[in-house]
Structure formats: C-alpha cells, structure tokens
C-alpha cells in the first residue's frame, strides 16, 4: 500500500559534505575553549569544551565554511521544507569532547533550524530523542518491536565521523553517545532563525523579524 507521512521531522544528513582545510583546522582548535562546568549547562552541566565565541563563523579565516553552512541550511529551508522564508545565521560555535565525554540531551532555544558539522569525529553517534514514538502520541502503551522505524522508535542514532553534516529543527531533542576515541571530537555548531514578516493582516497574527 502507499503510505503518507502525515507527521515527518526532516533530518538533513550528509555524509563528507565538506572538506575543512589544514588552515581552518588550526583556527578552531587553537581558539579558546571554555573548561567543563558540571554545574551549568541546561540546568544539569556540561562535560565538554565549550568555546568561549557564540559567533565563531565570523573569523574571516572561516568564511568559505560559513558560507557553505548557509548554503546548506537555505537548501534545507527551500527544498526539504519548501517555504518561502528567509534564515540568517544567528550563533556559530565549537565543542570539543575528549576521550568519554558526550552531549547530554538538550535543544536550542531561540532556533528555527541547527546545524552541527563534524570537524574531527572517529567515532559517536548524533542522537535524537522524541520523548515518545508516533505511535505511542495518542496513547502510552507498550508494543514489541520487530523492525526500528520512524513510527515505533522514540530515538533514533544516526553515526558520524569526520565531514560530516547534520541539520534539524532547533527544538528537537539531541544529544551524543561517548566518545570512545583517543583523538578528541570536534563539531562546529550553527543556530538560524527566520526573518522578514511572518503571518498575515487579515487574521491579526503579522509580525516583523
């Protein structure tokens, strides 16, 4: 039978989508990293390097990067999502996990759309979570599964390694597995939001971004 995906959330995936530089390679490692703070990373601390820079993208040493990020994050708006807004760029920054150290779930707030770019990955996976199937949205009860599919799983792990691309709407649940690499993982993350004028006069919703 066909079958119509009512409810789908669009992952963009990308396996070697961009190859970074020897030169773009140095900037992000030697910029400054903030040091793991258990204590306070949405509520709950980080175990990670976080870069002190919320705008990494705009190091002029990283603007073919930045460029292709929008690139990419405007195919996403226009040929997966096929809508007429405009997105700008809003927060670029790295994160640095070492050897055992992961991404708890969180999203991002403030976000229309995320992109996370793998500038140093042996091993992981990008993980996204739900809170619940499809199936279980109308009632919460429990099934045996034969097969993973998007309908009865509540979190599914795509694998990463180095080049590759992600892309998701910013208020989907993510996260990672540990990494289990001597050589730290490295991602470069981007936020982007709508702007212009969303909603119309005639039924009172219009607002300009």
């Known amino acids: 039978m066909d079958i119509v995906n009512l409810k789908p959330i669009p992952i963009g995936y990308e396996k070697q989508a961009y190859q970074i530089s020897k030169k773009e390679l140095k900037i992000i490692k030697n910029i400054k990293y903030l040091s ?6 949405f509520g709950w601390g980080w175990d990670f390097n976080l870069s002190k820079s919320g705008t990494l993208l705009e190091n002029k040493g990283l603007t ?30 790295s994160t640095l996990n ?18 996370v770019y793998y500038v140093q990955c042996e091993d992981g996976f990008i993980s996204f979570d739900l809170n619940t199937s499809s199936l279980c949205e109308g009632f919460n ?27 998701f709407p ?3 649940y993510h996260g ?14 981007a936020n982007f939001f709508i702007k212009g004028v969303l909603g119309t006069e005639g039924d009172k919703s219009i607002i300009k971004i």
């Not at 929008?70 to 920054?93: M, R, V």
């Not at 070492?98 to 992109?115: E, G, W």
């Not at 289990?180 to 993350?189: A, Y």
């Open 170 to 172: 910013g208020h989907i």
């Open 64 to 93: 073919n990067l930045k460029n292709f990020f929008i690139q990419k994050a405007k195919e996403y708006t226009q040929d997966i999502l096929q809508i007429k807004d405009e997105i700008y760029l809003t927060q670029s920054w």
């Open 141 to 167: 009860f429990q099934y045996t599964v034969d097969k993973s599919n998007v309908y009865n799983s509540q979190i599914w792990r795509l694998p990463v390694t180095t080049g590759d691309l992600v892309l």
């Open 176 to 189: 990672t597995t540990p990494n289990r690499s001597k050589q730290s993982r490295i991602i470069l993350g």
């Open 36 to 41: 793991p703070n258990k204590d306070d990373y």
């Open 98 to 115: 070492k050897t055992d150290a992961f991404h708890r779930p969180h999203n991002h707030p403030n976000t229309f759309l995320s992109l």
